[in-house]
């Protein structure tokens, strides 16, 4: 999926949810960096804006310039290249009473050096509308169009490079309605989301995916909730079988119980811990029942400085031939840093395993780090370095890969 974020004013909550969010057969170029943690509150240095109305109106854009030590992520024989990303983005915020509207429009435009099969642009069109009826009762809605763009490290990734890399269209819609009083609230969650692959070749991997989902919370101190949820999920591929004459339609329920922590706090964020139950339509394939994990921790010692902890294990599309289902299991271990007022350091490790049930197991490990720099409001400089190693009971998908880029960013 792509990672999105509102420019330098997101909270943690959005970060973490997206990048944990699962489901579609492969994921998509990142268009930015996930949401940062520490408050960005020095008056030097927060966006402007425009105004625009009753609108304020938040553009910005990235130059990136950017080497690649395997861009099609070979097991033998790597290629390497230099990349120029333009990166605008534009985000419209309204904030009214009861009544909060977010618009974001952004574009990934990427071009290589050498290698132009592999030129490709990403894009996303959404908005974000939160209707607080009173103090404790909100109604939040999305709606959103990504074109999204296939990284070649993705588990399930083309491995034909005399082409380009997948494209697909993603539409996304989801209602939520939370409740929060003294000790007891809940929050309900449907979703529905459509990924239509553009080439004809990938129509088995066009799906549409429901997913409802309860969670009841009881505060028992202070800023922390124990809570209860339930999940169920529904993939209806637009194909009634796949190439090789299997129905992969299928259902997954399930529920989880654990801890959230309301920020404000040393500890922030939520985990649970429970139980999902795979149903698959064909009659060939057996039902699964596994261990089901998801969370976000962030822990912040000073205002400065956070660490943060990320967790998923679950059941994931997949359209591998002979696996009736995929599992992931991703952990990612991160901090972030101000050293300085106008100079931002992170770090993440980041482990992933996903085990193709009927087809084989991938393992990748990897991390990054990115150090800003800010001149003033309106300019910034980043360093950002990437590296990844997987392995795979599949000799032909193993691989080592760097990533590193120079970017200037511009805000207003």
């Not at 109305?53 to 030590?69: E, M, N």
């Amino acid at each position: 999926m792509v990672l999105t974020r509102i420019a330098w004013r997101a909270g943690p909550a959005a970060g973490a949810a997206l990048w944990l969010a699962l489901g579609a057969p492969g994921a998509a170029q990142q268009l930015d960096s996930p949401a940062p943690v520490l408050a960005d509150d020095i008056p030097d240095y927060q966006p402007t804006g425009l105004g625009a109305g009753a609108f304020k109106l938040y553009p910005s854009a990235t130059v990136r310039i950017a080497y690649d030590s395997n861009i099609y992520a070979k097991a033998t024989d790597p290629i390497d290249d230099a990349i120029v990303t333009f990166s605008p983005k534009a985000v419209a915020d309204y904030d009214h009473g009861n009544l909060h509207l977010t618009g974001t429009a952004a574009a990934d435009i990427r071009r290589f050096t050498t290698h132009t099969t592999e030129d490709s642009t990403a894009a996303l069109v959404n908005g974000h509308a939160v209707l607080a009826f009173n103090a404790t009762d909100q109604l939040i809605g999305d709606l959103g169009w990504q074109r999204a763009v296939e990284d070649r490290g993705d588990p399930e990734a083309r491995t034909d490079d005399t082409v380009g890399p997948r494209l697909s269209n993603v539409w996304s819609g989801g209602l939520d309605y939370r409740h929060q009083g003294g000790r007891i609230g809940f929050q309900a969650h449907g979703g529905v989301d459509r990924f239509n692959f553009l080439a004809a070749s990938d129509a088995d991997r066009d799906l549409t995916q429901y997913a409802v989902s309860g969670r009841v919370y009881y505060r028992i101190h202070g800023l922390t909730n124990v809570f209860a949820e339930a999940f169920a999920n529904r993939r209806n591929y637009r194909l009634a079988t796949d190439f090789t004459g299997i129905d992969r339609d299928a259902s997954t329920v399930g529920g989880r119980a654990g801890l959230s922590i309301d920020p404000g706090g040393l500890w922030s964020g939520d985990v649970g811990v429970g139980l999902f139950r795979f149903n698959p339509d064909d009659p060939t394939l057996k039902a699964r029942t596994g261990l089901s994990v998801q969370g976000s921790l962030i822990y912040t010692p000073t205002p400065r400085l956070a660490f943060t902890l990320q967790g998923f294990r679950g059941d994931v599309a997949t359209v591998r031939s002979g696996a009736s289902t995929r599992i992931d299991t991703r952990i990612q271990l991160g901090f972030q840093q101000e050293i300085r007022h106008n100079l931002r350091w992170s770090g993440a490790v980041v482990y992933r395993r996903s085990q193709f049930v009927g087809g084989g197991t991938q393992r990748t490990l990897g991390g990054e780090t990115e150090l800003e720099y800010r001149f003033n409001r309106r300019f910034a400089i980043a360093a950002t370095a990437r590296y990844a190693n997987r392995g795979s009971s599949r000799a032909s998908e193993r691989f080592d890969r760097f990533r590193g880029a120079l970017e200037l960013r511009m805000r207003y």
